[in-house]
């Protein structure tokens, strides 16, 4: 099998290619040395021109690398190295390159970054805090400032000017909560000119493994915490009961929808003291008294849901067992709080949200770069169609990576972790100690402050202050502790008469559930050719060999009568324990596929309702658009009162018109003539709307459309999760969860759009003269003041791509 996989060695052919490509840099290194700055500096406007006349990026790679390379070399003193050129082609093709710790990665993007920069549609670079975007930007900076393209840097709680002006930038520096943010608001304004990003062109990730896998189970998502007191919940149960039914409003039964007549708009209008319910700033009352209607007239207490401890509990009408936890969406379960006169909570709003694998999946191109890539090849291949390149060392790697210290309790691997602690110390030797939590660092260092031994902690809070003490931890005598994953993107230099005493040594307290952290914290140690050696102590009251494989361990201990105090070293357990790594990692892989696949789904109609807004943002003239709405509404209207014996339900239609303010009796003889009346005279009471308002009308009709799009798409968002919480539990039934929630929001967006365009043209037909200026720039406000809900589940309250389709929309349509 070895002699096989030597044969077949993908790695090894793709680097065989990209030795080709690098031997021919090098072979034109001597002719770029001798251009003076002038000519080098011309390079850029030389590739762009051969750009236009029909080359490739691929055509220019050697030249333009050669061309980074000479600058590098020239602003910076600094070099690249072949292996570097080849992470550099490796980035180009949208690949993964996998290089480790020390090897220059931050140089190695400047390579594909420019090439790229090239069209003039901006590329990306996402790292992993504000320092490191910032740092980065400043300091490869001069290498495209000379090259005579422009360089910026996004940082959270900028201003949407600066934002604006850093996305213009050829290069643009950036964390991926940013990059993500910022494509989500930019589908909440209201005007094209408000958006900062100009589009997902290419981007690079570093610390792909970290951003692209860790922490794509978590979305990002724009929240807001509900506007609504609890009191208006309560005071609109009390409208609700003296409306009338069949007088102020209608009962739709099979659609369980409750539809208000004129005397009941009228009606409101008094009660509430407004001029007009359709008006857009009075939407919300809108909303809460069909919800207050709803759960008067539709939900029954001890069918539907009880009381219980002063809670409204939801009863599974398929089960009869009470659903702990679950909520009705769209306010709907305040207002069944408020109808019981029970506490109404407070309703949590998601304006709008993404994962990490969609966001960077809409790049036309994506690659990333970190240490430690390899053991994820499946899923960067899987979910981001990204193959993972190891590229070589500049210098070999002679650190020694000593076998695995096992103890039977905590308690005596952390006496020796100190002992060894201790012993290295009195020689001097650097020492990086890792371990997979806060706690257990501050458990560590009480120990060594009883011990007097002076130590670092890392504090994860300031990236700045981290950065700094990781790159002092190779300082003779210098013990730094820290969380395995604190300090990334940072190298840890060697202090001098270090070499002498064996290098950096890493102590491990635990092995991580996923082998690539092991390898991560491993790989600080050893960097560049320098020695350096690491070790794990372990014991068998650690989480991961007490779930995965801990007993079968225990009994070999027990077998061997091991002494207290007294470690296993054996090559074959350290076997046993990357087994057990792995099978955590396949299940973590499984959660995040099925994460994936769901948010594939919301994908689809995602971009399908901000392709759509872009769309609106764009024209200039609606009316092709709103008679396709029109009619789409009018084909429902008469689908819906269609009895079984094929004809039409007089009363019913009746019924249905009034919530479009028609009052009017049509006659009619066939379905199609009924449908062509109606269409007429929702179409002329639609264009003597547009006459009234005149010039102005463009400006009310976009605003109303967006409004009410973002406002059915936030209680879409909110109902899907609602759904994605019930469908787990249908695998238990023996059902696909997967295709359950296809199947059921596919039905919820269909429903979406139904409800879109059917206030579409419910508020335009009956909107009278009111100034919109100032609801739209409360609407900007607001959305400027939502909160982004970081991944690590943290709430920053700040200021907070989709090309412009500017085809017909015949309906906002999404794949099955």
Same mark, same amino acid.
Request: glycine fraction near 10%.
């Given at each position: 099998m070895s002699i096989l996989s030597k044969i077949f060695d993908k790695n090894k052919r793709t680097l065989n290619r990209y030795r080709k490509t690098v031997e021919k840099i090098n072979k034109i290194e001597p002719e770029y040395e001798k251009l003076s700055d002038e000519a080098l500096k011309a390079k850029t406007e030389e590739f762009k021109k051969r750009l236009e006349n029909g080359e490739t990026l691929d055509d220019l790679l050697v030249e333009a690398f050669a061309t980074v390379r000479e600058t590098s070399k020239r602003v910076l003193n600094m070099r690249h190295f =072949?292996?570097? *050129?080849?992470?550099?082609?490796? *980035?180009?093709?949208? !690949?993964?390159? /996998?290089m480790k710790t020390g090897e220059g990665k931050t140089l190695v993007a400047t390579l594909a970054v420019y090439l790229n920069a090239l069209t003039g549609k901006g590329v990306h670079l996402a790292t992993h805090n504000d320092y490191l975007a910032k740092r980065d930007a400043q300091w490869m900076g001069p290498i495209y400032e000379f090259l005579g393209l422009s360089v910026g840097f996004i940082q959270a709680g900028m201003e949407t000017a600066d934002r604006k002006k850093a996305y213009q930038c050829d290069i643009t520096y950036g964390t991926a909560n940013e990059f993500g943010f910022d494509y989500l608001r930019d589908n909440l304004v209201y005007d094209l000119e408000d958006k900062v990003q100009r589009g997902h062109h290419y981007a690079i990730v570093d610390e792909a493994d970290s951003i692209l896998i860790d922490e794509a189970r978590t979305p990002l998502i724009i929240s807001g915490p509900s506007d609504t007191p609890s009191h208006l919940y309560t005071k609109f149960a009390g409208i609700a009961r003296k409306l009338k039914k069949d007088e102020d409003f209608t009962l739709d039964e099979k659609g369980k929808a409750v539809i208000l007549t004129d005397e009941g708009i009228s009606k409101l209008e008094k009660m509430l003291g407004i001029d007009n319910l359709y008006d857009p700033k009075n939407i919300h009352f809108l909303f809460h008294t069909l919800n207050a209607l709803k759960a008067l007239y539709y939900?029954?207490?001890d069918k539907d849901y009880i009381i219980q401890d002063g809670e409204v509990i939801i009863v599974d009408e398929f089960t009869g067992r009470l659903m702990h936890g679950r909520r009705y969406s769209e306010g709907l379960h305040q207002a069944i709080e408020a109808k019981e006169g029970v506490k109404v909570k407070e309703e949590s709003l998601t304006y709008a949200t993404i994962t990490f694998q969609n966001y960077f999946r809409m790049y036309e191109k994506l690659a990333g770069m970190t240490g430690t890539a390899k053991t994820e090849e499946d899923e960067f291949k899987q979910i981001y169609n990204c193959d993972v390149v190891v590229i070589p060392t500049n210098k070999p790697v002679i650190r020694k990576d000593q076998n695995d210290l096992i103890f039977r309790t905590q308690k005596e691997k952390w006496n020796a972790v100190v002992s060894e602690i201790k012993e290295r110390y009195k020689k001097g030797q650097p020492m990086l100690v890792g371990t997979t939590s806060i706690e257990t660092s501050e458990l560590l260092s009480s120990m060594l402050k009883k011990e007097g031994i002076p130590h670092n902690v890392l504090n994860a809070k300031y990236h700045e202050k981290e950065a700094e003490i990781v790159a002092q931890a190779g300082q003779k005598g210098m013990i730094t502790i820290a969380t395995n994953m604190a300090g990334r993107g940072t190298d840890i230099k060697l202090g001098e008469g270090v070499v002498e005493l064996g290098g950096l040594y890493v102590i491990g307290t635990e092995r991580h /559930?996923?082998?690539?952290? =092991? !390898?991560? *914290?491993?790989? $600080?140690?050893?960097?560049q050719g320098d020695p350096g050696e690491s070790r794990f102590f372990l014991s068998f009251e650690d989480d991961l060999l007490r779930l995965f494989g801990g007993e079968k361990l225990k009994s070999i201990m027990g077998a061997l009568k091991i002494q207290d105090g007294e470690p296993i070293e054996h090559g074959l357990l350290s076997k046993i324990i990357k087994d057990a790594q792995k099978r955590v990692e396949g299940i973590h892989f499984s +959660? $995040?596929?099925? &994460?994936? /696949? &769901?948010d594939s789904i919301m994908d689809y109609q995602r971009s399908s309702i901000y392709a759509h807004r872009d769309w609106i943002l764009s024209q200039g003239d609606y009316d092709d658009h709103l008679k396709e709405i029109f009619e789409d509404v009018v084909d429902r209207i008469i689908e819906s009162s269609i009895t079984d014996e094929e004809t039409i339900d007089k009363e019913e239609l009746k019924k249905k018109l009034l919530s479009y303010g028609i009052v009017e009796n049509i006659e009619f003889d066939t379905v199609e003539e009924c449908k062509d009346k109606i269409f007429k005279i929702l179409w002329d009471k639609y264009k003597s709307k547009k006459e009234e308002f005149g010039e102005d009308f463009k400006k009310i009709a976009k605003f109303i459309m &967006?409004? +009410?799009? =973002? /406002? $059915?798409?936030?209680?879409h968002l909110e109902a899907i999760e609602h759904l994605k919480e019930a469908v787990s539990l249908r695998a238990y039934g023996q059902k696909d969860p997967t295709m359950e929630f296809k199947k059921e929001s596919y039905i919820m967006f269909e429903e979406l759009i139904n409800n879109i365009y059917d206030d579409t043209v419910s508020y335009l037909l009956r909107i009278v003269k009111v100034d919109t200026s100032k609801e739209e720039e409360e609407t900007k406000k607001k959305i400027h003041q939502l909160n982004f809900v970081h991944n690590d589940g943290s709430v920053i309250n700040r200021e907070e791509k989709r090309k412009q389709n500017k085809k017909s929309h015949k309906r906002i349509r999404v794949k099955r």
């Open positions: =072949d292996v570097q *050129l080849m992470g550099g082609i490796a *980035l180009h093709e949208g !690949n993964i390159a /996998e939900f029954r207490r /559930e996923s082998r690539r952290i =092991d !390898n991560q *914290l491993i790989g $600080r140690s050893g960097r +959660i $995040r596929k099925r &994460l994936f /696949e &769901l &967006l409004r +009410i799009i =973002d /406002e $059915r798409w936030r209680k």
